[in-house]
């Protein structure tokens, strides 16, 4: 079975400052993809950055950086001197490429809301 | 740019109605998906299709359906709709089966059920 936990429910910061975004997951397969989704409260949700298993380095796009490390299970998000603009929920989601049901449809944690006040 | 519509942003329906959602995606995607947001619960599940007239389900699918006549459509169906199916509906779509696959949202239709 496949898991995938956000333990932050909801984080509130104030402009400028750094936040990270936990996602810790589980699975018995040896291949897999991470997800990260945006969505802010117009409700559309937002691909941010897929990352497969084999691939553990870590990525940086603008102010947004994501650390894979498959010694701990965790694939945590942090944005950099965080604006208003970033409020939004954020959603770690999980897929496998054996999962043969639910057409490799994606097991999605329960979601991490920020809040940046200015 | 991949392009998924949904019919409605917000619907509200009577309890016994028979309710359509509808999606369309404009990438000649193979895999569509339907899922349902809950607070505290996030994001399950309904049915998925992974070519015309093709269709499995899902986690949660207990009083919907779907239909899959195009390849660019998946509808939702509520045959008698609830008031615990008053949620959040949310499509994706992706290019094909596999777990490597990108999926894309739509906008969500915030349904309410009376």
């Known amino acids: 079975a496949q898991k995938v936990t956000q333990a932050q429910t909801e984080i509130s910061v104030v402009e400028k400052e750094d936040v990270t975004l936990d996602c810790v997951y589980e699975?018995?397969?040896?291949?897999?993809?991470l997800f990260w989704y945006k969505q802010p409260p117009s409700g559309e949700l937002v691909f941010l950055i897929r990352r497969n298993s084999f691939d553990e380095q870590n990525e940086i796009s603008g102010r947004y950086s994501w650390n894979f490390q498959k010694s701990t299970s965790s694939f945590n998000f942090t944005i950099t001197a965080s604006q208003v603009v970033d409020s939004a929920v954020y959603f770690c989601a999980l897929s496998d490429v054996n999962h043969s049901n639910s057409g490799y449809a994606l097991n999605f944690g329960k979601g991490t809301s920020l809040l940046v006040t200015p | 740019d991949v392009k998924v519509t949904q019919s409605s942003r917000y619907l509200v329906k009577r309890t016994g109605e028979k309710v359509f959602l509808e999606c369309v995606q404009d990438m000649d995607h193979e895999n569509m998906f339907w899922y349902r947001q809950d607070p505290g619960l996030g994001l399950r599940l309904i049915y998925f299709?992974?070519?015309?007239?093709?269709?499995e389900k899902g986690d949660i699918p207990e009083g919907y359906s779907v239909s899959r006549e195009k390849k660019e459509r998946f509808s939702l169906i509520l045959e008698s709709a609830s008031t615990n199916q008053t949620s959040m509906y949310l499509c994706?779509?992706?290019?094909?089966?596999?777990?490597?696959?990108?999926?894309?949202f739509g906008p969500g239709t915030r349904l309410l059920v009376l």
């Open positions: 299709s992974y070519d015309v007239k093709m269709k």
């Open positions: 699975t018995r397969d040896t291949t897999y993809y």
């Open positions: 994706a779509s992706s290019l094909t089966a596999g777990g490597q696959e990108t999926q894309y």
